[in-house]
């Protein structure tokens, strides 16, 4: 086994310690040669282009970019299909057997497809969803675990042309009927269940309900996980259907549809500062490209790898570094179905130790959780074979990075920390770990190509040291194209602020040698443990209860998950505020949102504070909830209400 390092966090903390890239992975890393940056500078679109050329096209583009503000059309003109680039394109080389999928389920089966296997299911599937009526342009929604079944119904939709729309199955049967309803899915894919914890989530239950008001569907296909007998799920005549009694009776010819660069592959639902989620659109050639180029330089992949991303596919990390960007490379990629303690809290270094795990991909919520569980558990294992670590989803602080590139890389792998979001398609900012020294806590600089600024109000880039809002000053080629059904949105939320510019909606500051450090959202969403909840939503969802006259809802600073959900809730005039209460109101969110939105606390005030026009100032009520002294409260319309709250609240604390 590899030494580990001794010396103390703090020490490997000390001002100025950074991390370059240990001799031997430079020498072998896929790109080494820092001179990438300049090229990729010189000609943006000749950079993506040389990437395009390594993919299979049906027919090349004429122009690799037309950009009309915020209008980006990416390879126009080019006829491509991401699922023949996934799979085809590796079988008639030695990738043909090769392991594409690695799945580990939470009570421990393992299933092994290989790509020949992969593309064999996703043909086959794809001609059920024609069977069934699916056609290039229409929307499946895809409601399932994390089985390989996941990947294939995407695939499937991707070969025939079809728009998936994957629904992370921790979200509520309402949450569910919001993206039917706003995608007018045709078809959806689901499961009887999966395991998570022990526990099954009852996903065709909630399924059921939540198409009680989705008239679109017509079919719905159930993957029979085997977490209840076949028997004891509901099916209803004419409507469902078992998964495997398709697949038995699919033929598997099933030529891949020659798609438009910019016909539509997905659309992704994302919470945004209002309380409807809105349906991030991607499409097919520059996704491809975009998703294509980072794997392969981000994650240095080689043939040889085994790869794990940790993630959910029901989040855009899963799409695009558990299914896409893998599989376009010829990686193999694992999946993970449940959770990182079950049976006990080393099951994530048992499975790094059991399949030779090389590279891991993960986020920083999942390293303080294990930072608190202890050294012990992953000290009980091999991870010897592991030879890079990624981080995405929150900002990353630097005892945890250390604590990571310790702990789990034994002080030998390098530490990528990636910023992107569901918007970009792809990472974004994040080191290429051939050639950037690391500072914890930092992503450190653009990918090749990407333009990315610190500005302040007026637009203007702020010097080095300050802080300001993180912007995209050029298109890129995974790039968002529109919210699904809301052009106008998209303008507004990303275009409008800086005309020609992207807003991120994150806080960032530059160093003096122009590395970036998130700080954050600075609009009204929260990050909870990676995953991107919108105060708004959790707001509706709480003044939903008959009980409720107002709320507001703010994230707090928390240890392990980054943020918690702090809910501040006025209650109806000669409601009984009751001892239940406050956890009846919790799993009222869980069970409109799904459980990720539960709030932490709920602090019951008798008034909430605002401004003279009536707007809730959030701003204070951060300022209680994290304890410290009150904000500006020149325009607050009375300020004893913040007063009591601020004394309610230390009262309730001690
Ligand atoms: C945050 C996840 C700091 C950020 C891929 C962003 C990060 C939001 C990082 C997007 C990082 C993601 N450092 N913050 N490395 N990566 N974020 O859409 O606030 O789920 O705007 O995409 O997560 O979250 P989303």
């Given at each position: 086994m590899v030494e580990k390092v001794q010396a103390p966090i703090e020490a490997l903390l000390q001002e100025g310690r950074t991390f370059p890239p240990p001799d031997e992975f430079r020498q072998r890393a896929n790109i080494n040669d820092p001179g990438v940056y300049e090229e990729a500078e010189r000609d943006p679109e000749g950079f993506w282009a040389r990437w395009a050329e390594q993919l299979h096209w049906f027919r090349k583009w004429e122009r690799v970019l037309e950009w009309n503000p915020p209008w980006a059309k990416w390879f126009v003109g080019g006829k491509t299909n991401l699922a023949y680039n996934c799979l085809d394109r590796h079988?008639?080389?030695?990738?043909?057997?090769?392991?594409a999928i690695l799945w580990e389920g939470e009570p421990g089966e393992v299933r092994i497809l290989t790509y020949w296997e992969l593309y064999r299911q996703v043909c086959k599937f794809a001609n059920v969803l024609k069977s069934l009526?699916?056609?290039?342009?229409d929307r499946v929604t895809i409601y399932m675990p994390m089985v390989p079944e996941l990947p294939i119904a995407m695939l499937a939709c991707a070969r025939i042309g079809a728009v998936h729309s994957v629904v992370f199955g921790g979200f509520s049967s309402d949450a569910l009927r919001d993206r039917i309803q706003d995608a007018q899915a045709k078809v959806l894919v689901t499961a009887e269940g999966g395991w998570r914890r022990g526990n099954i989530v009852p996903l065709k239950r909630n399924a059921d309900e939540a198409l009680?008001?989705?008239?679109?569907?017509e079919h719905v296909v159930v993957f029979?996980?085997?977490?209840?007998?076949?028997?004891?799920v509901p099916m209803t005549p004419g409507r469902d259907l078992w998964w495997h009694e398709l697949m038995a009776q699919a033929p598997l010819e099933c030529p891949a549809e020659e798609m438009d660069a910019e016909d539509m592959l997905y659309i992704l639902y994302t919470s945004g500062t209002t309380g409807k989620p809105k349906g991030v659109v991607h499409t097919t050639g520059g996704y491809m490209v975009g998703v294509y180029a980072t794997t392969k330089w981000v994650?240095?992949?080689?043939?040889?790898d085994t790869y794990w991303c940790?993630?959910?596919?029901?989040?855009v990390t899963g799409h695009s570094y558990i299914v896409y960007g893998p599989l376009l490379c010829g990686t193999t990629t694992v999946m993970y179905e449940g959770?990182?303690?079950?049976?006990?809290?080393?099951r994530w270094w048992a499975l790094v130790e059991r399949h030779g795990v090389n590279i891991l991909y993960t986020a920083p919520t999942a390293i303080r959780t294990f930072m608190r569980w202890g050294e012990e558990w992953p000290a009980r294992?091999?991870?010897?074979?592991?030879?890079l670590l990624g981080s995405v989803g929150e900002p990353i602080n630097p005892e945890a990075w250390v604590w990571y590139w310790r702990?789990?890389?034994?002080?030998?792998c390098p530490v990528v920390d990636t910023w992107w979001q569901t918007e970009t398609g792809m990472i974004m900012i994040t080191p290429l770990p051939g050639i950037t020294v690391c500072k914890p806590g930092s992503a450190t600089r653009p990918f090749p190509g990407v333009a990315a600024d610190v500005v302040d109000d007026a637009g203007n880039s702020v010097p080095a040291g300050a802080g300001g809002y993180l912007v995209l000053k050029r298109p890129w080629p995974?790039?968002?194209?529109?919210i699904y059904g809301d052009p106008d949105r998209y303008v507004q939320q990303?275009?409008?602020?800086?005309?020609?510019i992207y807003f991120t909606g994150d806080g960032a500051k530059r160093d003096e040698d122009g590395y970036f450090w998130i700080v954050g959202r600075?609009?009204?969403v929260v990050n909870v443990a990676g995953h991107r909840i919108g105060t708004m939503e959790v707001e509706s969802a709480l003044v939903?209860?008959?009980?409720?006259?107002e709320a507001a809802v703010i994230g707090r600073s928390d240890e392990v998950k980054g943020q918690a959900l702090w809910a501040f809730v006025t209650i109806k005039e000669g409601v009984d505020r009751h001892q239940g209460l406050e956890q009846e109101l919790r799993e009222h969110v869980a069970r409109k949102?799904?459980?990720?939105?539960?709030?932490?606390r709920i602090i019951f005030a008798a008034e909430l504070p605002k401004t003279r026009?009536?707007?809730?100032m959030r701003r204070l009520l951060r300022d209680i909830a994290e304890g410290r002294a009150l904000g500006?409260?020149?325009?607050?319309?009375?300020p004893a209400v913040v007063q009591t709250l601020r004394e309610q609240y230390e009262h309730l604390e001690g």
């Open positions: 079988l008639t080389g030695a990738r043909k057997n090769k392991a009526g699916v056609k290039k342009g009680k008001e989705c008239p679109s569907i029979h996980r085997g977490c209840y007998e076949q028997s004891q994650f240095d992949l080689k043939e040889e940790t993630a959910d596919i029901g989040w959770s990182p303690d079950w049976p006990e809290r080393d294992h091999d991870l010897s074979s592991l030879r702990n789990i890389g034994g002080g030998r995974a790039m968002m194209r529109t990303y275009w409008s602020r800086y005309p020609g600075i609009d009204d939903d209860h008959p009980s409720v006259a949102i799904g459980g990720i939105a539960r709030p932490d026009s009536g707007k809730i500006d409260t020149t325009t607050l319309q009375d």
